[in-house]
């Protein structure tokens, strides 16, 4: 294990632990849209992190895949929870924005598209690489 990796991966165990460490102040916001757009962005963005060290430290390949499209899921997750947040904080109703029901079927048929990418490969590619140290590399693909 070098330390490039350790520092790399090290990135994201702090942004998990603080992202943690900010939940039980998130949730004695008073005003609820905000509290549970903020929450959600914490908690979307602690399992991104999460999902992307587990990522690089898996053993097997199954398992780091599995990790990097939980994480990639969580990712996009959390765009949805900060639009909610914004929407919340600046006054909007988030659960009556426009078009909610068309982002929530593009975030499904996203989410189901890196999901299934083992049986397709259209999202992305992962072929094992050494440089700047030993990782699944991944090649993202035309759907990406």
Do not use: D
């Amino acid at each position: 294990m070098t330390r490039l990796l350790v520092a790399h991966a090290l990135l994201f165990v702090v942004t998990a632990l603080v992202c943690l460490a900010g939940i039980p102040r998130a949730r004695k916001i008073q005003h609820a849209g905000t509290r549970e757009g903020l929450l959600g962005l914490l908690v979307s963005v602690t399992i991104w992190a999460g999902g992307y060290v587990g990522y690089l430290f898996a053993p097997t390949i199954e398992w780091k895949l599995g990790f990097y499209i939980l994480g990639s899921v969580f990712a996009f997750v959390a765009v949805g929870a900060w639009l909610y947040f914004c929407a919340a904080y600046t006054g909007r109703p988030p659960r009556n924005a426009p078009y909610r029901t068309t982002a929530v079927g593009a975030f499904l048929a996203l989410a189901a598209l890196k999901i299934t990418n083992p049986l397709h490969e259209l999202y992305f590619t992962a072929t094992w690489a050494t440089n700047p140290f030993p990782h699944l590399a991944i090649t993202h693909q035309p759907l990406y």
